[in-house]
């Protein structure tokens, strides 16, 4: 008989006195200690109540073999209703302690462990709590050994907040194999997440098969990188219903997401005929917004949407099919004389009115099918579909308009559930924080926010960097989602150190920082000898950064970064992170610049940048060192609510041949060159020149990263103070936030 782990000082009487001593993640909705023990016993069975019921009983064998596999208790189950003297009874019943869905009572007793649900699936998450009770070290692949086992009496009862409780992990950009997302929905069920968001399809890759059109997969779910290199993949039918599978087991609903009518590219280079163009092209291997859409005049492509639409809903039995539609550019539409004579026989005026007939098109065929569709909150323009539920994701405010026109919405906005950007622009206390209900709404249109989701999009996610960027904050936004208020971050925080952060180690899980980029880098200028140190520093556990000067990529073999490494001459330098020997992120790109007289200045921001796009502090601008072309890279600092305007104070009078600001373009992100930059000049800081206004002759079409100095000559002019601008200007009718100010990001003022 294999002898089993006590859990010693981490779950004694003395600690079970208050009910934040025990450290359930999230946290139920009460706990009671009580006195005595359950002591597992050779003899202890598993008991099913009723015992006829199939979905009970895949619990209690859940429950039976972690057991096994983890603590090392053979406790197996017993059918009938005759309770041993040494018992974990698992019963459907009702009364009036256990009434919302999902709920659940957890009752540990001198000779009995009682989880009591009136549906099954709140039989399910009194296991994952039942779990969250043993030491963080009995999970994991090796647990200890050779000890009894006892567990304090307690009650808890508990009941979820919101039903919808999910994450969208988004494989189109990056290919997550299928023992990853087992490993996910592991992670997300532990923390009584339910929905498991999974988008399929994208513009760099489409990842589903569909028998019917065969080079959505033998065509689009490959791309040719820039090395030369071939990337993709895709998941066979089979394997997506062994996903959904696993994941109905553990109490999560896999909902798919196939994009439409944008985000469609690699779609469209498979099957061409269904643009508006018919041009073949490639793959993107860039981010951001696509001209290239389904031509949804055409017949035939409307028909194509709903042959893959009929392949998917028969291999996903979830309630809801995501449709997508966000970020559809309308170019391709009013450039197609077909599409317009189209518009006309319709009478439809534009092509937001067009997007609308399209969804609620799709809309009536899903519901034909006893399914429902959910959209993100670009669905709102136009006009919407009555049944379709809106993923409010630019703002909360959407999730408010949504609900008083009747919609049901799932709240996933930027601020606090884009998992995607570094922990210091979203830190866990702000996702802590997330309350998905806007103020102000009425009880009835408080009724309509399902829940929320966090959102992990992969432009910049691999398998490297995952854990890093998703735990904690997965954690805290299961408990914002679970836990009604009051909350306390505080306690939250307690529980998470004292117990999770090992039971996340003990599971494999390579935890990130709670509020610090994954790496932190601070630029020294060196006055006396005119170098530049960048200091890296790594905030993940067993990180090792190896770098390069010649522009070339950095590999395992290239030299080590250390902290003195010093850059005494002008150049490209790219720092690799490495964890297990694959990278955790992209090589990070900086140029170090040629000593100017503005580096180490003091620089006075009128407006401060964006949290999220803060650069390396208050000396971004005068650090001596510029980005690359990728704008969260941490080098560039972006406004979005104002405009720039930075006054450099070089010190002393100087005498300037010209000044040059840096900026950059991602249109594709909403990032557009400045309108108009101006420089102006003072002696004092008070009195100011007239300003010199610059414009640029780019694109704003030019969708890939790319920097544009402004440069203004001053021709030896003496200068202490310099006044600079730069304007927002508005994204163009081609864009698909038409009509709003673009972002202005900037790296660097150059005063040489």
Avoid at 255 to 275: D, K, N, R, T, W
Avoid at 404 to 414: A, E, F, Q, R
Avoid at 636 to 660: C, H, N, R, S, Y
Wanted: charge should be neutral.
């Amino acid at each position: 008989m294999r002898i089993l782990f006590l859990l010693g000082l981490l779950l004694t009487p003395t600690l079970l006195k208050a009910q934040g001593t025990v450290a359930v993640i999230p946290q139920p909705t009460s706990i009671t200690p009580e006195s005595g023990f359950f002591t597992f016993q050779p003899s202890t069975k598993i008991v099913v109540l009723p015992a006829g019921n199939k979905r009970a009983k895949e619990v209690a064998a859940f429950l039976r073999d972690w057991l096994n596999q983890q603590v090392g208790i053979r406790a197996s189950l017993q059918a009938g209703s005759r309770i041993p003297a040494s018992a974990i009874v698992l019963a459907l019943e009702r009364h009036d302690d256990i009434t919302a869905a999902e709920g659940y009572e957890l009752r540990i007793r001198n000779g009995q462990i009682r989880l009591s649900a009136s549906e099954e699936k709140g039989l399910f998450w009194a296991v994952q709590t039942l779990r969250q009770l043993f030491s963080p070290r009995i999970e994991g692949a090796n647990p200890p050994k050779n000890h009894p086992i006892s567990l304090p009496a307690v009650t808890i009862k508990d009941a979820p907040k919101f039903g919808w409780r999910g994450s969208l992990l988004d494989v189109g950009r990056h290919f997550f194999p299928v023992s990853f997302v087992k490993r996910y929905i592991d992670l997300l069920a532990q923390y009584k997440m339910n929905v498991l968001h999974w988008h399929l399809t994208e513009d760099q890759g489409w990842r589903i098969e569909i028998k019917k059109y065969p080079k959505l997969t033998e065509v689009g779910a490959w791309r040719t990188e820039a090395d030369g290199s071939r990337y993709g993949g895709f998941y066979t039918q089979q394997e997506i219903r062994e996903v959904v599978e696993y994941a109905r087991l553990r109490n999560i609903t896999v909902v798919p997401e196939i994009e439409m009518p944008g985000h469609s590219s690699a779609a469209l280079v498979a099957y061409p005929q269904f643009s508006c163009s018919g041009e073949t092209k490639t793959i993107p291997i860039t981010w951001g917004v696509f001209n290239d859409i389904y031509c949804v005049a055409k017949p035939e492509t409307m028909a194509f949407l709903k042959d893959v639409l009929d392949e998917v809903m028969r291999l996903f039995p979830s309630k809801f099919i995501h449709i997508g539609g966000d970020e559809a550019p309308k170019t391709a539409w009013n450039d197609s004389e077909l599409t317009q004579v189209f518009m006309r026989e319709k009478g439809l005026k534009n092509g937001e009115e067009l997007q609308s007939w399209f969804i609620k098109e799709i809309d009536a065929y899903v519901r034909s099918k006893g399914r429902a569709i959910i959209g993100w909150d670009e669905i709102l323009e136009g006009g919407l579909a009555s049944g379709a539920t809106v993923q409010a994701w630019r703002d909360i405010e959407h999730a408010r308009t949504a609900t008083k026109l009747g919609n049901y919405v799932i709240s996933s906005p930027t601020s606090h559930a884009y998992f995607d950007g570094q922990p210091d622009g979203l830190p866990l206390e702000k996702v802590y924080g997330f309350e998905p209900i806007p103020a102000g709404l009425t009880s009835e249109e408080a009724a309509r926010i399902l829940g929320g989701e966090a959102n992990i999009w992969t432009e910049y996610i691999t398998t490297a960097n995952f854990d890093a960027m998703v735990f904690p904050r997965l954690l805290a936004m299961s408990e914002a989602l679970w836990t009604k208020s009051p909350r306390s971050y505080a306690d939250f925080k307690a529980r998470l150190d004292r117990d999770h952060y090992l039971r996340l180690r003990q599971w494999g899980v390579q935890v990130g920082p709670e509020n610090r980029s994954l790496i932190t880098m601070k630029p020294v200028f060196d006055a006396a000898s005119g170098s530049i140190r960048v200091q890296v520093e790594a905030n993940v556990s067993g990180m090792a950064l190896h770098y390069t000067t010649d522009g070339s990529t950095p590999k395992p073999s290239s030299s080590r970064y250390t902290p003195e490494v010093v850059f005494d001459k002008p150049g490209d330098v790219l720092i690799l992170p490495l964890l297990n020997g694959e990278p955790l992120l992209r090589s990070v790109r900086f140029t170090v610049l040629e000593k100017h007289l503005a580096v180490g200045k003091k620089v006075t921001l009128t407006h401060p940048p964006s949290p999220r796009y803060t650069g390396m502090g208050d000396q971004t601008l005068t650090d001596g060192v510029q980005g690359s072309f990728t704008f969260n890279d941490g080098l560039w600092q972006g406004w979005g609510d104002q405009d720039f305007e930075a006054v450099v104070d070089l010190g002393t009078p100087q005498p300037i041949k010209d000044v040059a600001l840096s900026t950059l373009q991602v249109s594709g992100s909403w990032i557009l060159l400045p309108k108009e930059v101006t420089f102006s000049t003072s002696s004092d800081g008070k009195t100011w020149s007239m300003p010199a206004r610059l414009t640029h002759g780019e694109s704003p079409r030019k969708l890939e990263g790319f920097r544009y100095l402004f440069v203004q000559p001053f021709g030896g002019e003496s200068i202490r103070y310099l006044r600079v601008t730069a304007k927002r200007d508005t994204l163009p009718d081609w864009h698909n936030g038409r009509g709003t100010p673009a972002w202005v990001f900037i790296d660097e003022v150059v005063v040489r």
